[in-house]
């Protein structure tokens, strides 16, 4: 079988099969729904999306590295025993035809000849995998998608996202733009990586707030009755990001206040960043102060209740104005 379809076609059942399985598990009765909350939250939740959105990627990734290096594929016939080709060159060579000449320009010093399939093992090669892997991905979401409506026709025949949304501005254009956004995955990846592997040192060194990262990464939109196929596994997607997006800003919030508490010199900015970053207005110097004014806001906030060096309106500094004043801060 041709290595480019194989590969198709072992992600594509790869991913359905890991779809159908949750199926299958939401109806082992409570130990199963017991499962699928644990799997809906981090740090389960984060195993599953990198393997759901990444495992293809990765697979593309190991086949061309064992092609490139011939851990599997094409091998050469040496002395009557198969053996891998040992030059740097040697993705799906084989041996000559007797009639070829020597002075032939593809004949290798070894006698070796290029493949059909030799491509396969450099860079178009890769990047041939890795575009079979995400059409891949994208077929078994369209193919779970039709699953999934077929299993549930009321839900199927009445008023959808997809369906209204296609009446307001076109299905082709909400098709492709909704499509358009899923270029944005990496992305997402790479902020939960950052907040899995370098927010946590900078609550050991400096003491900014733990989070319990399952009340912020968690997928439940699956809950919602009448949620089914297309428009349920975007609204998946726009959960888990939104709670990633979200857990991004609250740490950054603590990274701000504690090294940068400097309103900025623009008002407009001031005025968009507020929302995302209450301090702003809530215990930054002016931008026309002095450095003597940032030196004093930091010791006046830090450290913070308990060690804890949140943000100036984080919920730990709340609770102890509320113990200390007797009324809700402002």
């Known amino acids: 079988m041709n290595l480019l379809l194989a590969v198709f076609l072992v992600c594509l059942f790869a ?14 009765g409570s130990v199963g729904r017991a499962a699928c909350d644990a799997c809906a939250k981090a740090p389960l939740l984060d ?22 290096h011939s851990w599997i594929g094409p091998t050469k016939t040496l002395g009557g025993e198969e053996a891998p080709i040992s030059t740097p060159a040697r993705w799906a060579w084989r ?17 070796a000849i290029p493949g059909p399939d030799a491509w396969l093992g450099g860079g178009l090669g890769l990047l041939a995998l890795l575009g079979v892997s995400i059409a891949a991905q994208a077929a078994a979401l369209v193919l779970w998608s039709w699953f999934h409506e077929a299993i549930t026709p009321g839900a199927r025949s009445g008023p959808r996202i997809v369906t209204t949304l296609n009446r ?8 492709l733009a909704v499509w358009w956004t899923a270029l944005a995955v990496p992305l997402f990846t790479l902020v939960r990586l950052a907040q899995i592997l370098i927010y946590p040192p900078l609550h050991w060194l400096v003491r900014l707030p733990r989070y319990k990262t ?14 089914v196929g297309y428009d349920l596994i975007w609204c998946l ?37 507020v929302l995302d970053f209450p301090d702003i ?16 806001v930091l010791e006046q906030k830090y450290p913070g ?6 943000w100036f309106g984080h919920p730990t500094r709340v609770q102890v104005k509320i113990t200390i004043d007797g009324q809700q801060p402002r």
């Open 15 to 28: 991913v359905l099969a890991g779809a159908l399985a949750f199926h299958a598990l939401a109806r082992l």
């Open 47 to 68: 195993v599953i999306v990198f393997l759901f959105c990444h495992g293809p990627h990765l697979a593309a990734t190991a086949v061309w590295l064992g092609y490139r």
């Open 95 to 111: 041996e000559p035809p007797p009639a070829l000449l020597s002075g032939d320009p593809l004949v290798r010093a070894d006698g």
């Open 168 to 175: 307001r501005v076109g299905p082709v254009r909400n098709h």
């Open 214 to 227: 399952s009340e912020w990464i968690n997928v439940s939109r699956q809950k919602f009755s009448g949620l």
């Open 237 to 273: 997607y726009c959960d888990w990001m939104t709670g990633v997006w979200s857990l991004g800003s609250e740490m950054l919030r603590n990274v701000e206040s504690f090294w940068c508490p400097i309103r900025y010199s623009s008002p407009e900015k001031c005025e968009k960043c």
């Open 281 to 296: 207005d809530g215990g930054w110097v002016d931008a026309r102060g002095s450095m003597a004014d940032v030196a004093r």
């Open 305 to 310: 209740p308990n060690g804890e060096n949140g």
